[in-house]
């Protein structure tokens, strides 16, 4: 199966530009354990640090290969997967393949992981996900 | 302990083989390697809930042309954008 690339994101409809005060909103949980890892990795943050000062145009490229290593890794894991939900999504009838791909389409992907779990969490409410034929299980 | 018995694509349960076949390889003399069976709980051990969910999203947005998720750095560092429009 040809692997599709990540579409372009969609324009947000009302504030195209972050502001720099929402950009730089803080989650404390998340600075905690950012603080913690720095902590125990000195050797990379000293690394990062430098590079940033020293070299910003080198560490915006740092910053991005790092992304672009997991894009593609995703990518990969994607393209494996695609098969057996391409398989799901064929034994659903035309009308609930209609509204799972109209579902997706409205939910922005920004919020992935939020969307992820409603949208799986309400279709499963849906639909029957029993084990079909050939499949058993058994505690 | 629950025991499932799941219909895997051939090509799907052959790289568990393969791995099995590798790390014969890796371990030998050593150790006996870990079956496919092994490797399989292995894997599947590796999600949670919340992965799996994921992992299913992004392949169903992959199957039927929907937008695919963007890095969320700025969701992440911000909870507030969690109720943004």
Known sequence: MALKTKNPPPIPEQSPVLSEERILRINPEIDRRLDGFMQANTKLTDYYTQLVKQNPDRAIRAFMLTKMFRHEAELRVVARQAPQAKEWLEQQSPEVKQRVAERLDKISPFYREKAAVRVISQEKAKLDFSPRVGQSMAA | ?85
């Not at chain 2, 051990?45 to 039927?64: C, E, M, P, Q, Y």
């Open chain 2, 1 to 85: 302990m629950m025991h499932i018995t799941v219909a895997l694509p051939d090509e799907v349960a052959q790289e568990y083989y393969t791995a099995s076949e590798k790390l014969a390889d890796v371990l030998k003399d050593v150790a006996p390697a870990p079956n496919a069976q092994t490797l399989m709980r292995l894997m599947l051990a590796s999600f949670t809930s919340h992965d799996i969910a994921a992992h299913f999203d992004r392949a169903l947005r992959n199957v039927t042309g929907a937008p695919m998720p963007d890095e969320a750095d700025t969701w992440v560092f911000s909870p507030e954008f969690e109720a943004a429009p």
